[in-house]
């Protein structure tokens, strides 16, 4: 294949030649995948004949997704996942990260050498690199979403599993002199031009220093108190589920952030007529209530139980609840965009575009479009 040097344009993605770039994703739209449609899969799996052990899974996919990657936008897998009472399923370790919420049934899950309990709406993070075995405690199926960074992977060519081979690591008494001598506490590291800019040896990328990131799970019977159940009680109508190994990135995985947010029923809160944006995309699943949104023009009603892709990464976005109040788990890969310095929002059409973790952020605010009073 030859390599082609061309000028560099400033070009919509449509004008891309498309010699170069024939299957470069234009934004997805917006894209709601109903109850109905999640309970019938859920069935459908339920009923499968599987020998012991084996998955029942499907991956919700976007009607603009490419074959590489499959997801719901191009930084997101969400896959359904199910198990019949007694039933258990071992995953292989992958690099991916995913944040997960039971939709009904209780369980619990051991990743690595933990074990978590999992019930209807709790929330858990799974680190990357991490065995995970899935079983069903209760009388009742369990069902689960999945939200995955394994297609931003699968894109960038980098999706890692165990499923072809593995191969354990040695103690560290059996390690050479030289792997622990050159370790980031004994490598060089000298100022430059006197600014902060440092030069240092290549230990310091390759031993990296460790966080700890355990998994952990956010019950809905801990995390519900917290939230407003009738108007005016004083608290808050949305929460983040903050995981401490993403530091300042306030994540629940190093690539996505989850909130649950419940607004009481008793007002009917209609969709502003402007909404706000940011390069992070939003999925909500709505597991109570029912509401409206509006996003890049178009109008899109939801009720529980409906999953959406409420903002495609830089689509203007606006959500209103009906009277009946609605209860939402939002995922965004916040925390993704905050590593890389690309995370953007513009809270006001008319207003600035901050980058927000670089720059003074947002203040004043509780929540997208709400002011602390
Ligand atoms: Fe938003």
Redesign the pocket.
Same mark, same amino acid.
């Given at each position: 294949m030859a390599t082609m040097i061309r000028e560099t344009k400033a070009a919509p993605f449509a004008e891309l030649p498309a010699d170069v770039a024939p299957a470069y994703p234009k934004p997805w739209p917006a894209l709601i995948i109903t109850r109905a449609e999640i309970e019938s899969e859920i069935e459908r799996l339920l009923d499968l004949d599987r020998r012991p052990g084996q998955r029942r899974a499907s991956d919700v996919v976007h009607p603009s997704s490419l074959q590489t990657g499959l997801a719901v936008t191009p930084g997101l897998a969400i896959s359904i996942n199910v198990l019949r009472p007694g039933e258990e399923v071992e995953l292989f370790r992958d690099n991916a990260t995913r944040v997960e919420f039971v939709l009904r049934g209780m369980g619990s899950v051991a990743v690595g050498s933990a074990k978590l309990g999992l019930a209807k709406w709790s929330v858990s993070s799974m680190p990357s690199m991490l065995k995970r075995t899935y079983r069903n405690d209760g009388r009742e199926p369990m069902a689960w979403l999945s939200y995955s960074n394994s297609a931003l992977l699968q894109r960038l060519g980098n999706y890692y599993s165990d499923e072809r081979t593995s191969i354990a690591r040695p103690p560290r008494a059996e390690r050479s002199d030289v792997e622990q001598r050159y370790v980031a506490k004994n490598a060089p590291d000298f100022a430059i031009a006197g600014d902060g800019a440092r030069l240092r040896g290549y230990e310091f990328v390759t031993d990296i220093e460790v966080v700890e990131n355990k998994p952990l799970v956010w019950p809905w019977s801990e995390t519900s108190p917290h939230l407003a159940a009738e108007n005016g009680d004083g608290k808050r109508n949305l929460l983040l589920l903050v995981n401490p190994a993403t530091g300042r990135r306030q994540g629940t995985t190093h690539s996505f952030f989850a909130a649950l947010s419940r607004i009481p029923a008793g007002v009917n809160r209609p969709v502003p007529p402007r909404g +706000?944006k940011?390069s992070s995309f939003?999925v909500n699943y709505h597991f109570e209530g029912a509401g409206e949104s509006v996003v890049d023009g178009e109008h899109y009603e939801w009720e529980a139980g409906d999953l959406m892709l409420s903002?495609p990464a830089w689509g203007e +976005?606006a959500h209103g609840m009906k009277a009946c109040g609605a209860s939402v788990l939002t995922v965004q890969d916040h925390p993704f965009h905050m590593s890389i310095g690309s995370l953007i929002w513009q809270e006001e059409m008319d207003g600035p575009i901050l980058t927000l973790g670089s720059e003074e952020g947002q203040s004043g605010y509780v929540g997208?479009r709400q002011i602390g009073d």
């Amino acid at each position: 294949m030859a390599t082609m040097i061309r000028e560099t344009k400033a070009a919509p993605f449509a004008e891309l030649p498309a010699d170069v770039a024939p299957a470069y994703p234009k934004p997805w739209p917006a894209l709601i995948i109903t109850r109905a449609e999640i309970e019938s899969e859920i069935e459908r799996l339920l009923d499968l004949d599987r020998r012991p052990g084996q998955r029942r899974a499907s991956d919700v996919v976007h009607p603009s997704s490419l074959q590489t990657g499959l997801a719901v936008t191009p930084g997101l897998a969400i896959s359904i996942n199910v198990l019949r009472p007694g039933e258990e399923v071992e995953l292989f370790r992958d690099n991916a990260t995913r944040v997960e919420f039971v939709l009904r049934g209780m369980g619990s899950v051991a990743v690595g050498s933990a074990k978590l309990g999992l019930a209807k709406w709790s929330v858990s993070s799974m680190p990357s690199m991490l065995k995970r075995t899935y079983r069903n405690d209760g009388r009742e199926p369990m069902a689960w979403l999945s939200y995955s960074n394994s297609a931003l992977l699968q894109r960038l060519g980098n999706y890692y599993s165990d499923e072809r081979t593995s191969i354990a690591r040695p103690p560290r008494a059996e390690r050479s002199d030289v792997e622990q001598r050159y370790v980031a506490k004994n490598a060089p590291d000298f100022a430059i031009a006197g600014d902060g800019a440092r030069l240092r040896g290549y230990e310091f990328v390759t031993d990296i220093e460790v966080v700890e990131n355990k998994p952990l799970v956010w019950p809905w019977s801990e995390t519900s108190p917290h939230l407003a159940a009738e108007n005016g009680d004083g608290k808050r109508n949305l929460l983040l589920l903050v995981n401490p190994a993403t530091g300042r990135r306030q994540g629940t995985t190093h690539s996505f952030f989850a909130a649950l947010s419940r607004i009481p029923a008793g007002v009917n809160r209609p969709v502003p007529p402007r909404g +706000h944006k940011h390069s992070s995309f939003a999925v909500n699943y709505h597991f109570e209530g029912a509401g409206e949104s509006v996003v890049d023009g178009e109008h899109y009603e939801w009720e529980a139980g409906d999953l959406m892709l409420s903002a495609p990464a830089w689509g203007e +976005h606006a959500h209103g609840m009906k009277a009946c109040g609605a209860s939402v788990l939002t995922v965004q890969d916040h925390p993704f965009h905050m590593s890389i310095g690309s995370l953007i929002w513009q809270e006001e059409m008319d207003g600035p575009i901050l980058t927000l973790g670089s720059e003074e952020g947002q203040s004043g605010y509780v929540g997208p479009r709400q002011i602390g009073d």
